[in-house]
């Protein structure tokens, strides 16, 4: 069936190094990508998305990439800072034309950040 | 970007029991979700709260359980009725205004004893 899962359940980087955090998917009929930071005990905020149209989006500080050959879809943090330490989602829209907001979430990757 | 608050933010209930849970957007929003999220885990889609109709509920949640309402634009409710220690969970609202970013409240966090 569809999944949406990530390589590692954790990361620890030392502050001001650049983080990568991945998230695989299956289903290739996704056509909208979104990754969302969640702190202890908040709602997930919302970082960054992407549609299947383009390869590369960048923000401030972040970057998201998505490789659509292999359903791959990873999130670049630069110059990591201990308020980037969080739980962090990819969620992909629930098939292609499906109502916007629709999410499958994968597990999740906790980023520690150390000083 | 829209802000969104629910109340209550926490609470304890008895088994049996039910809870509705309220969610508030302050600015009027095309689509509107509710999530469920137990404790460490993911999120998970429970049901699209349509304006006016009866909610779509996704694969594993029915209506009867997780009854919602959405009576305009900026508000909805989500009830967990005749609860369960299983039903301990956050339970998250959701919206978007259509353009792209979907936005989060804070959630609910629900114990069940």
């Known amino acids: 069936g569809e999944s949406v899962g990530l390589h590692l359940p954790t990361l620890s980087v030392q502050e001001g190094d650049n983080s990568i955090i991945n998230c695989a998917y299956s289903n290739s009929a996704s056509d909208y990508f979104i990754w969302y930071k969640q702190e202890s005990g908040k709602g997930p905020q919302f970082i960054i998305d992407i549609r299947s149209n383009m390869d590369k989006r960048q923000g401030q500080r972040v970057t998201v990439l998505l490789n659509k050959t292999v359903k791959h879809l990873s999130l670049q943090i630069a110059a990591t800072q201990p308020g980037d330490s969080a739980v962090y989602f990819c969620a992909e829209n629930k098939g292609r034309g499906s109502t916007l907001g629709r999410l499958y979430f994968g597990r999740g990757t906790q980023l520690t950040v150390w000083p | 970007s829209a802000v969104i608050s629910q109340k209550p933010s926490r609470d304890i209930c008895q088994r049996g029991t039910s809870l509705t849970i309220q969610c508030q957007v302050d600015?009027?929003?095309?689509?509107m979700f509710w999530y469920r999220q137990q404790p460490g885990q993911s999120l998970t889609l429970i049901a699209t709260a349509n304006q006016g109709s009866e909610a779509t509920y996704e694969s594993g949640f029915v209506i009867d359980k997780f009854p919602i309402s959405r009576p305009n634009l900026t508000f909805s409710t989500l009830t967990v009725s005749n609860m369960s220690p299983e039903d301990s969970s956050i339970y998250l609202c959701?919206?978007?205004?259509?353009?792209?970013?979907?936005?989060f409240g804070e959630g609910s966090r629900l114990t069940v004893l």
């Open positions: 600015s009027q929003v095309t689509m």
């Open positions: 959701s919206a978007s205004a259509g353009a792209g970013e979907l936005f």
